[in-house]
């Protein structure tokens, strides 16, 4: 082997990629080396790992500390690899599968089913709630309101439980065993989403409106409690109170 091949390798402290901190070369040195993004990216990652388990070594506290790494270039680089990946994956899938274009509009002629874009499914199928909207025999068997009114304060009351829901779960927890009831919210809510979003295209569904009409609430109970149901049972075993100990944040020694 060469002076030259011999003067390429690092000599590192057992990872083979991260040299020690009296060789670590500069970002101009490693610019230099035009080795690709990838080798960069691993090198950083490596050190980061290594920084980490030297700090978590050298802390005299029972537990661990909270530790991080600078934005640049720990992060940067980091976000940067992310990026680049999912924006290929884009592109790829673009090149790959590219969409369907329909014929141009017709102004002359209705079409049989009127639709939103697929992510307000969820607002059109509240616009539907209809038969919730209650006959009131004082009036003679009328309705208080329209069914599209009704629709619309439906989307006001969902939207503002969405919105209220940050300042009702105050925990600190960062995992869903940590807090069963309140996963069992958000899992319920995501159900929900779906299946009002399916009853927005009942029409499109090859099975009977008023059964689907009825799964559209029952299926977020059920969700809700199996959810909250395996949520409970795990958490013996996850031990919650050590866990709840680890992750607290501590102030620096």
Known sequence: MSDNDNSEEVRTDGTGIVPPDDETPTWSERKARKQGLARLTYEYFERSRREDQDLRQQSSYV???VLAFPTWPHEMIRNLALTSFFVGMIIFLSAALPPHIGPPADSSSTPAIILPDWYLYWSFGLLKLGPLNPEISLLGGQKLMADRTYGVIANLV???FVAIVPFLNKGSA???VEQPFWSAVGVS???FAFTIAALSVKNLIPMDSHLIFDLTFILPVLAAFLSYAVLRTM?????FNLNR???RLRPPK
């Not at 958490?235 to 031990?239: H, I, L, T, V």
């Open 235 to 239: 958490r013996e075993g996850y031990m």
């Open 189 to 191: 809510g995501i159900v």
């Open 158 to 160: 969902v939207v503002g």
């Open 174 to 176: 960062r995992r869903p």
């Open 245 to 247: 100990r680890y992750y």
């Open 63 to 65: 537990e661990r500390d």
